[in-house]
């Protein structure tokens, strides 16, 4: 798996800002990007329950929202956050992490993301998120 990954830091086209998926021996595995926090002023998001999966076509890119959760931009722009089991330090450390479902989905309790630098969290729930309306 590290000389797999590996491949992804050579490759120019992998540093972009969308999904790249590579399929090696009837493996699928994405790089997601991770996007830098906007110099906007924060959102409060309200978390409701979340599917137990996310078909891995519809990811875009992610946001790190804290050292055990990660918000996944959809291509619908909903954002559903995946909280892990534990911290997850190293994935903001190059900018991205792969991603490799066992199927063209991710799940939880099953799927866990991969940090360019070879550490991993498994992924234990996700929660819908829906931004709050200040009035």
């Known amino acids: 798996m590290p000389l797999l ?8 086209a992998a540093v972009g800002g969308s999904v790249t998926r590579l399929i090696v021996q009837d493996e699928v595995i994405l790089r997601v990007p991770v996007q830098p926090h906007p110099l906007l002023p924060e959102i409060e998001w309200i978390e409701h329950k979340g599917p137990k999966c996310i078909a891995a076509t519809v990811i875009r890119r992610a946001l790190l929202s804290g050292p055990s959760q990660v918000d996944f931009i959809l291509a619908n ?3 559903v956050r995946a909280q892990f089991d534990e911290d997850c330090p ?32 498994t992924i234990k729930s996700f929660k819908q998120l ?4 200040h009035q």
């Open 5 to 12: 990954l590996g491949l992804f830091g050579a490759e120019p």
């Open 77 to 79: 722009r909903a954002r």
């Open 90 to 121: 190293a994935l903001d450390f190059y900018g991205g992490f792969y991603l490799q479902p066992a199927d063209e989905r991710v799940c939880a309790r099953r799927d866990a993301v991969y940090s360019r630098i070879g550490g991993s969290c």
């Open 130 to 133: 829906e931004p709050k309306v």
